[in-house]
């Protein structure tokens, strides 16, 4: 879209779509978009600061002066915003940015009585004469107003030098006493060039919402004829018949009724006998259309961009929504397909091996019970409340965090007797699953062999384990006898003394009788 002519903003302004149907400014400004962009102040927003709110979309300011007493800096450029409103409870404020909106009047900041910087560059401010209203912030230092139409006007920076005689700074230059001198001196003639001035772009910023109206209407024909004309193609029918009422009479009205009816039932009974095969499936008109629909969006949009309007408001909505449409356009396109649903059974119902979760698992067939364990390697910390288990005649099913695992058996199981441990300490599921069919199978019998009294003392008595050493460990030592079989032949070494006292046993008389009767002595 280029845009041409002079800036002639005026106060009212009107809200276009991209059809050109008129609609209501609205609001976004939600509590929970105020506390998303106040993650630095732990989502307070009653204590809060700073905050960021540009590239919203916001087309309103609300609540802030309710949410946010403590307010000092506030960032609302790049949105959609007519009207300064709603901040006169801020007293705090010191900064404020607009830049890149719709504002066409400075208004209703005479109460934030710490502002010292405002941002208004790139808006529609047209009313110089509004800066007035800023006359009782004693501490406004700097004022930006770049872009604007007001920046046009002779005589432009001497009258708000002049005005506003606190200013330091206006659009990014300092304003030296000798300039404010001799604006002051000058004033009261061009305050009659700025009224003239302003006058004159009133007067063509109406003859702009006097053709924008004229568009408007337009384009609300052009898109009712397309809606009647797409009405008429949905009428028809897919053999091709009309059955639209052409006659105005009654009995053409009714005849064209029943015809409705006709094909209407005659279309359900086809679709009830063949089925619908077209479903689901991409034919080559459908690609051949959306192919037209590409051709035509580009030249829709080629078009836009070079039609001539004037810098106005509603230009900015009109871009804003044109970009808008067609980033969803392309989200749409470039958006992934839904993955179809799980298939849990085939077409002749049998149940299908399923493993969404890809955990391990053994089937095992515990024959002296007769019945089927199957071990699922959970994950380990998973809590066993996000673990559902169905256990079927055909098929166990276990669902870990709505990841579906599944498993057909070969063997029917009795589901009512099966049960489902888990192990406190690998994480394990254990589901045994008693098989349906019981197999009967004889008992073992025990051959209990007769053992004397003799014996089974023997056995309980403790037998002396020596240690086995091998034969080829015995070349040098014996250490099984390393201490039993030493002798007293064995010489000791040099200059060792035997402190022992042996004491010689005196040999027997000659009249010595040996009586067995006599005890020995102790």
């Known amino acids: 879209m280029q845009v041409t002519g002079t800036k002639d903003p005026v106060r009212k302004i009107t809200l276009q779509n991209s059809m050109g149907i008129m609609k209501d400014p609205g609001t976004n400004f939600t509590e929970q978009l105020v506390r998303k962009r106040a993650e630095h102040n732990n989502l307070e927003i009653s204590s809060l600061e700073e905050v960021s709110l540009h590239q919203q979309d916001i087309e309103r300011i609300e609540h802030l002066d309710k949410w946010c007493r403590e307010l000092k800096i506030l960032y609302l450029q790049s949105n959609l915003i007519p009207k300064i409103e709603n901040v006169a409870k801020l007293k705090k404020l010191e900064y404020l940015n607009l830049a890149l909106n719709n504002v066409e009047r400075i208004e209703n900041l005479e109460n934030c009585e710490s502002l010292k910087k405002l941002d208004l560059t790139v808006n529609f401010i047209g009313e110089l004469t509004s800066i007035e209203n800023l006359k009782g912030l004693v501490h406004l230092t700097e ?57 004159r ?29 797409k009405n008429q193609s949905e009428s028809t029918n897919k053999d091709g018949t009309w059955y639209t ?13 029943e015809a409705e009816s006709e094909c209407k039932n005659c279309e359900q009974e086809r679709i009830a006998e063949n089925g619908d095969t077209n479903q689901g499936q991409v034919t080559v008109e459908d690609v051949e259309e959306n192919e037209e629909d590409d051709e035509m969006t580009e030249e829709k949009d080629k078009e836009f961009w070079e039609e001539k309007v004037p810098f106005t408001p509603e230009s900015r909505v009109a871009v804003h929504e044109h970009m808008k449409k067609v980033k969803e356009k392309e989200d749409k396109k470039n958006q992934p397909k839904p993955k179809p649903p799980r298939q849990m059974f085939s077409e002749d119902g049998r149940p299908l091996n399923v493993n969404e ?7 095992a067939d515990d024959e002296e019970n007769n019945a089927l364990v199957l071990d699922v390697a959970c994950f380990k910390h998973m809590d066993t409340s996000l673990i559902d288990c169905d ?44 098989k349906a069919k019981q ?84």
């Open 439 to 522: 197999v009967i199978k004889p008992k073992k019998i025990e051959n209990k062999k007769v053992q004397n009294k003799e014996n089974v003392e023997k056995q309980k008595r403790p037998k002396e384990e020596r240690l086995e050493v091998d034969e080829s460990a015995r070349k040098t030592v014996d250490l099984g006898n390393i201490v039993s079989e030493k002798t007293a032949d064995i010489v000791p070494p040099l200059g060792h003394r035997n402190n022992k006292f042996q004491v010689k046993e005196r040999e027997n008389s000659a009249d010595f009788i040996d009586d067995p009767d006599v005890p020995p002595l102790e």
């Open 391 to 434: 256990v079927q005649p055909n098929y166990v099913r276990v669902t870990l965090k709505g990841k579906v695992f599944q498993l057909h058996l070969g063997e029917d199981v009795n589901p009512d007797s099966s049960t489902a441990k888990r192990s406190q300490i690998t994480g394990n599921l254990l589901v045994t699953m008693p």
């Open 357 to 363: 979760a890809k955990v391990d698992f053994s089937l």
């Open 143 to 199: 004022l930006y107003l770049t872009g604007n139409p007001c920046t046009e006007y002779d005589g432009y920076r001497k009258y708000v030098v002049a005005t506003l005689p606190q200013l330091q700074y206006l659009d990014g230059t300092q304003v030296e006493k000798s300039e404010r001198i001799l604006a002051q001196q000058d004033l009261g003639v061009i305050k009659g060039y700025i009224i003239e001035q302003q006058n």
């Open 201 to 229: 772009h009133r007067k063509k910023r109406t003859t702009c919402d006097i053709l924008a109206q004229e568009k408007e209407k337009e384009q609300i024909k052009q898109h009712e004829e397309k809606k009647n004309k």
């Open 245 to 257: 009422n052409i006659n105005n009479s009654v009995e053409g009205g009714e005849q064209n009724n």
